[in-house]
């Protein structure tokens, strides 16, 4: 069966600080992987997205970056947080380009103080 | 960006059907309208998607007016547990991107 996992579940960063939050999957071949953010009491945000190892489509200009370096692994950077990279991350895939259906991760609560 | 207009909220009262309304007056013929909710700090899950013609499943019910511009979600008879964010999106089938918006966020009343 499939499962994506993602970790940690919650951090607590100060401003100026790195982060790396780490997502992999399970049980499917040549992903595609999401990244998006969700700031409190607002939509989901499409970061990044990438269609294969070492592809990354950013969506959106930021102090964020992302890389796939294996095929089931997805990781999402920042060298210097910012506090309004304060929110809820969630990790995402989809089995083939012609897939309708998304699949989350259990997501990271971050928080940046 | 999302290609859609929903409204911010909702309110349903138990084992009423819960419609829940989304316009998308720029689709493209080749675009799908599909439906997410997000239940409270957990990743949005998949409800149903369409083209053109109504669809139903286990979970819902899917009806798309001929004009594709406007389509409605109806959870027949509604739980206290399908109190989340409801997110209507317009993609094609073959695209990468999905762009959730900020939904509705339906709340079912006992």
């Known amino acids: 069966s499939q499962t994506i996992h993602q970790w940690p579940a919650t951090l607590v960063q100060p401003v100026g600080s790195p982060l790396s939050l780490e997502c992999t999957v399970e049980g499917t071949s040549n992903p595609n992987l999401y990244w998006y953010r969700q700031a409190a009491g607002r939509g989901l945000q499409l970061l990044f997205y990438?269609?294969?190892?070492?592809?990354i489509s950013s969506e959106v200009p930021q102090n964020l970056s992302a890389s796939r370096p294996q095929d089931r692994q997805f990781i999402l950077s920042s060298k210097k947080l910012l506090l309004s990279d304060s929110g809820f991350y969630l990790c995402?895939?989809?089995?083939?380009?012609?897939?309708?259906?998304?699949?989350f991760g259990p997501g990271t609560r971050l928080t940046v103080t | 960006d999302a290609k859609t207009t929903q409204p911010t909220s909702m309110d349903c009262a138990e084992g009423r059907a819960a419609n829940l309304p989304c316009n998308h007056s720029t689709i493209s013929g080749n675009e799908y309208v599909y439906w997410y909710r997000q239940i409270h700090s957990q990743g949005p899950q998949y409800i149903i998607h369409?083209?053109?013609n109504n669809e139903t499943n286990e979970m819902a019910s899917l009806i798309i007016t001929e004009d594709r511009k406007s389509s409605t979600l109806i959870l027949p008879h509604a739980t206290l547990r399908d109190t989340a964010v409801y997110y209507c999106?317009?993609?094609?089938?073959?695209?990468?991107?999905?762009?959730f918006g900020t939904g509705t966020s339906l709340t079912v009343i006992p």
């Open positions: 990438s269609v294969g190892i070492g592809q």
């Open positions: 999106i317009v993609r094609v089938l073959t695209g990468n991107q999905f762009y």
């Open positions: 995402a895939y989809t089995g083939t380009v012609f897939s309708y259906e998304q699949y």
């Open positions: 369409g083209l053109k």
